[in-house]
């Protein structure tokens, strides 16, 4: 089987290091290359494919986010995770409606990170009870009927969630593990982690569509 | 600049004086409109200067006499009603052609006769009801009443009452095409004048009344009063049948007369806002006269009385015209020359009325001038009112605009006190929260780092200390962060995160979890530093059990019960060997047990250990949810 190709952009040096140290030392993955910069890393990256880029979001030049959006228009195949700090939910969420598809946390030990990576990779996705919360609270807000029509600016909703999927949410926002969830909802923990991974992708669908209506908005596209 | 005001005051004055100057030269032409000798000119026309007349004095023999024009009653025998007969011979005219007698005044009532025939007739003779004296008379006379190459007899028969100008003046024969054409243009004069300066009067008099309803500013009410009745003479010459019968209405007219000069003098005052005691006394002794000796001029027929009555006017008029000069020249009151002009004019003109009308010193009869001269003064009053309310509208304008100004201000510094309380506040809040975190890096992860100092000085340390010591800074590190999450008083949302964070561990050390955290309701007021709190209790409870219990299952429940307040109850139990706080083995987590303690106290919640039937311990906390305070 060959190895998982892994590419980085890390501003901190030793940061940059740990990360490639983890990659190189795990025979699964291929660490193929390590950027300091957004510019060094889109430069390399428009030629070079490969399955997983992890993004610190705080690069010097060009914000993570918006770096996330590029290269997933890049390499549309590639999974993307952010690098992130423990307790920074707000902008996971963020990252996600740009297109990441995950997350690493950078207090993370060595074992934690290429465990992580390989899980990411497999289809797993991490959920915090907080970000379950602050997305169930998004979906409620997009699906209650708003009177006040000006409150809002007219774009595209989100898809709605499935009952299912709100399910999902509402446990892990409660604190359950996803194979407590399995057990409660009878359901194998893949179908749990599918759910996750498809509310995840209803993000970054909305943003798309957003994308989409914006660009209508702008005489952008017909 | 104090020169400006000066001469756009100078150019008021003198555009005021131009136009006073233009309708004195107006009024002064007046009595040659009454002249018959410059009607005359016309060839065909002739005017006729004396008649011969049987004279008949109420009380008195009648006598024949020589009758010169103009012919006052009035003034041949003052206080007597009478009749009289006039004759004269008028020239020959063309053959069928109509001939007319234009007279300038003719009354108080009278009959025109021509060759014996009566042509005209005004009023009955001797009847005091009616009065023809007041406007000029044309009677046409017909072709057939004259007699070809002969002169025709004309004859008039008159009645005149007692002080009520009665008599004779300007008679002029001629041509009916002729004198017509003169009587048009005499008419054009006499009537409607006086009916446009009644109309003038009634209307600004109603208007100064009016104002002085709505303010009750003693200016517009005197002016109103002189001049409604000021009006009632002016309306007196449009009506030949008075209201009442002669003296009585003759009484009244004079009484609104005098009166109306008296109250113009005091208007006068109050335009100038000088109220000299004596100079009010003075009026208000002109104007009781004016009302008692009419009364007495009309009831016992004699015209000296009046003739006082207007000498006092006079002299009121004459000191408050002192008064109008000495504030015109201190320059004072904006008013005091247009009101000098009006009172030097209405003077003289006061002056010519009772030297030439009421005494007759000339002989001649003379239209009284005061009544046009006193019209100045309601220009003067028209020009209060303009100036006045335009200075209204502006200083409610600006006053308008400085209150604006002023909210303006006011609003801007309440925005600024407002904008700079809640700038303190908030540093204030920021403050609070920043020496919090300080506070809790230092009891938190700092005093784990001191530990893990000495520690790592001690000669002979294992790695697995260590590393533990390392894992317990981080926790605190972590802690510490998600106590700053945004969780919006969800106590759910902090007991499911510390649950997430501690799962890894609990799984690597072979520890099952019975999570039984039911859905709660939001608590207000949950502030960080009671999460932080609730946090490390729990770490405690769940440390304890990893270390020392011997558990398999660690058993979480929380759960809200209804009260006053509401308590959240929470349990953390173990299946494991079991202590309590009393227990031997509390000796190992002595210090762990009053952290514990203390910071439960902190938040005031209870602690409580249970030791468990089945084996194992509960720690369970009790913790009402008091509203936040304030």
């Known amino acids: 089987m060959t190895p998982i190709s892994v590419a980085l952009v890390e501003d901190n040096d030793r940061m940059r290091e740990r990360f490639a140290n983890v990659i190189r030392a795990e025979p699964s993955l291929h660490f193929a290359h390590g950027a300091a910069t957004a510019h060094e890393l889109l430069a390399w990256f428009a030629d070079n494919p490969v399955q997983v880029l992890l993004v610190d979001l705080g690069l010097p030049d060009l914000s993570g986010l918006e770096l996330i959006r590029r290269c997933v228009r890049l390499q549309p195949a590639c999974a993307v995770l952010v690098i992130t700090m423990f307790g920074d939910e707000a902008t996971m969420l963020q990252a996600f409606e740009a297109g990441a598809r995950g997350y690493l946390l950078k207090d993370g030990t060595e074992s934690d990170l290429a465990n992580h990576v390989l899980s990411l990779h497999a289809g797993g996705s991490p959920m915090t009870p907080i970000i379950a919360r602050q997305l169930l609270l998004r979906w409620q807000a997009d699906a209650s009927p708003k009177p006040p029509a000006a409150v809002q600016p007219k774009g595209p909703q989100p898809d709605p969630l499935s009952p299912r999927e709100s399910q999902v949410l509402d446990l892990v926002a409660r604190g359950f593990t996803y194979p407590e969830i399995a057990t409660r909802m009878s359901v194998s923990i893949t179908t749990v982690q599918t759910h996750v991974r498809n509310i995840y992708g209803k993000l970054g669908v909305h943003n798309k569509t957003e994308a989409v209506y914006e660009a209508r908005q702008h005489g952008l596209l017909p | ?630």
Not at chain 2, 61 to 76: I, N, S, T
Not at chain 2, 273 to 299: D, E, K, Y
Not at chain 2, 474 to 481: F, G, I, K, S
Not at chain 2, 495 to 501: F, H, P, S, V
């Open chain 2, 1 to 630: 600049m104090a020169c400006c005001p000066d001469t756009s005051l100078w150019r008021r004055w003198a555009r005021c004086a131009a136009a006073l100057a233009v309708l004195l030269g107006l009024l002064c032409s007046g009595p040659s409109w009454a002249d018959p000798a410059t009607a005359g000119a016309e060839a065909a026309v002739v005017s006729i200067q004396s008649l011969d007349g049987l004279l008949a004095p109420a009380g008195r023999e009648p006598q024949k006499g020589h009758v010169g024009l103009p012919f006052r009653w009035d003034k041949a025998y003052p206080g007597l009603d009478g009749r009289m007969r006039l004759q004269v011979l008028l020239q020959p005219s063309a053959p069928g052609q109509a001939q007319a007698l234009l007279f300038d005044r003719l009354g108080n009532q009278a009959q025109v006769w021509v060759n014996g025939v009566l042509l005209h007739q005004m009023g009955r003779l001797g009847d005091a009801s009616t009065d023809g004296a007041k406007a000029s008379l044309m009677v046409a006379v017909p072709a057939v009443v004259l007699r070809p190459g002969e002169p025709a007899q004309l004859v008039l028969e008159l009645s005149a009452q007692a002080l009520r100008a009665g008599g004779l003046a300007g008679i002029q024969y001629g041509p009916l095409s002729e004198v017509q054409l003169v009587w048009a243009q005499r008419q054009l004069l006499e009537r409607p004048v006086s009916a446009a300066y009644a109309a003038t009067l009634l209307m600004m008099g109603g208007l100064a009344l009016g104002l002085w309803w709505r303010q009750r500013d003693p200016l517009y009410g005197c002016f109103g009063l002189a001049a409604v009745l000021g009006a009632a003479r002016h309306l007196d010459a449009v009506l030949q049948v008075p209201w009442l019968p002669w003296p009585w209405w003759g009484g009244v007219l004079a009484i609104c007369y005098g009166s109306h000069l008296a109250l113009i003098a005091r208007f006068i005052l109050h335009a100038l806002g000088r109220h000299p005691p004596w100079l009010v006394r003075t009026i208000q002794v002109a104007l009781v006269g004016s009302v008692v000796l009419p009364v007495l001029s009309f009831s016992l027929s004699q015209p000296m009385w009046w003739t006082l009555a207007l000498t006092l006017l006079e002299a009121a008029g004459l000191a408050c015209f002192g008064l109008v000069a000495i504030e015109a020249v201190r320059g004072q009151r904006s008013t005091a020359w247009p009101m000098l002009v009006a009172g030097g004019v209405a003077l003289v003109a006061g002056v010519h009325d009772i030297v030439f009308v009421r005494m007759g010193l000339d002989g001649s009869t003379r239209a009284p001038l005061t009544p046009h001269a006193v019209f100045l003064f309601v220009l003067i009053l028209a020009g209060m009112v303009v100036a006045r309310y335009s200075r209204t509208v502006a200083d409610y304008r600006s006053l308008n605009a400085s209150l604006a100004e002023r909210i303006a201000e006011r609003e801007q510094q309440l925005q600024a006190a407002f904008d700079a309380l809640q700038a303190q506040q908030q540093e204030q809040a920021v403050q609070q929260e920043r020496q919090r975190i300080m506070r809790e890096i230092h009891d938190g992860i700092g005093s784990q780092l001191v530990g893990l100092l000495s520690l790592v000085n001690q000669p002979e340390v294992k790695p697995d200390e260590l590393s533990a010591q390392v894992k317990l800074a981080l926790d605190e590190m972590r802690m510490a962060v998600d106590s700053l999450q945004p969780v919006h008083d969800d106590l759910t949302a902090v007991l499911a995160t510390l649950r997430y964070r501690l799962q890894p561990r609990l799984e690597a050390a072979g520890l099952a979890v019975q999570w039984q955290v039911s859905e709660l309701p939001p608590i207000p007021g949950l502030s960080p530093a009671a999460i932080l709190q609730l946090q490390r209790i729990l770490l405690e409870a769940f440390t304890n059990i990893i270390k020392h219990a011997g558990a398999r299952t660690i058993t979480v429940s929380a759960e809200l019960q209804p009260g006053e307040p509401p308590q959240v109850h929470l349990s953390v139990a173990d299946d494991g060997l079991g202590w309590s706080p009393d227990a031997s083995t509390a000796a190992r987590v002595g210090q762990g047990v009053r952290n514990m303690q203390a910071r439960a106290q902190a938040i005031g919640a209870q602690l409580r250990w249970q030791r468990l039937p089945a084996g194992g311990t509960c720690v369970g906390i009790t913790w009402p949810m008091r509203p936040p305070a304030g």
